[in-house]
């Protein structure tokens, strides 16, 4: 059974960071691009970055510079580091894997996500 479970959120100040993990239980997780996704109340889930398996990454325009993200292929675990947070990303934030090499931007094309794990940005 495919599960991807979060870890790392919770309720940061304005200008903070936090690490997301994600541990996913996939077979050949090298072979499945990584992303991760976020969803404000009222809002459609947005994405906003995804990593293959050789390191090559991508990412929204709106987090380039302040947002990483990595993977641990060893161990199966991919990694969210948000620096400088403003409130107005106070989301759920979503870790899903798709299978192949394309990174997508749609949320439609990632074939299992986890549960969420809730990131608050205060003012």
């Known amino acids: 059974q495919v599960q991807l479970v979060e870890s790392g959120g919770g309720l940061v100040q304005a200008g903070g960071s936090l690490r997301l993990s994600c541990a996913a239980s996939?077979?050949?997780?090298?072979?499945?691009?990584m992303g991760w996704f976020r969803q404000a109340p009222g809002k459609e889930r947005e994405f906003i970055a995804a990593?293959?398996?050789?390191?090559?990454?991508h990412y929204a325009d709106s987090v380039k510079g302040p947002f990483t993200i990595s993977r641990d292929n060893a161990n199966n675990t991919v990694y969210l580091q948000m620096n400088s947070l403003k409130p107005e990303e106070t989301a759920v934030y979503y870790c899903?894997?798709?299978?192949?090499?394309?990174?997508?931007?749609?949320?439609?094309?990632?074939?299992?996500w986890g549960q969420g794990t809730q990131v608050t940005v205060s003012s």
């Open positions: 899903a894997a798709s299978y192949g090499s394309i990174i997508y931007i749609s949320a439609g094309r990632y074939d299992f």
């Open positions: 996939l077979r050949a997780f090298e072979s499945y691009v």
């Open positions: 990593i293959r398996e050789s390191g090559y990454t």
